[in-house]
Nanobody
Framework: QVQLVEFGGGLVQAGGSLRLSCAASGRTIGAVGWFRQAPGKDREFVAA????????YYADSVKGRFTISRDNARNTVFLQMDSLKPEDTDVYYC?????????????????WGQGAQVTVSS
């Protein structure tokens, strides 16, 4: 079984930066994805990274502003968020799977964190 915990959420002004961390315990994880969800809306894909870091996917809305990376020695994945906009305000979730290949679909991931609130003020 895998447990995921997100760190690093908070309040930031538009144009600012935040870095989210997703720490995994229980066993070694494969690919990891970040998703986000606003109240009353569907959860949407943000970014994903393969186990080897050779494949990374980004949603069009964050491409060029967000960077996903990982440290396998620490079983931790990061999401660096720069040039933040008010529309980036959401609860951000990390998700993991045992398969090493990255995926963008919610259903591809079996393990989920509890979520971290990110609020961007205008």
């Amino acid at each position: 079984q895998v447990q995921l915990v997100e760190f690093g959420g908070g309040l930031v002004q538009a144009g600012g930066s935040l870095r989210l961390s997703c720490a995994a315990s229980g066993r070694t994880i494969g690919a990891v994805g970040w998703f986000r969800q606003a109240p009353g809306k569907d959860r949407e894909f943000v970014a994903a990274i393969s186990w080897s870091s050779t494949t990374r996917y980004y949603a069009d809305s964050v491409k060029g502003r967000f960077t996903i990376s990982r440290d396998n020695a620490r079983n931790t994945v990061f999401l660096q968020m720069d040039s933040l906009k008010p529309e980036d305000t959401d609860v951000y979730y990390c998700a993991a799977r045992e398969i090493r290949a990255a995926a963008t679909e919610i259903g591809a991931y079996g393990y989920w964190g509890q979520g971290a609130q990110v609020t961007v003020s205008s």
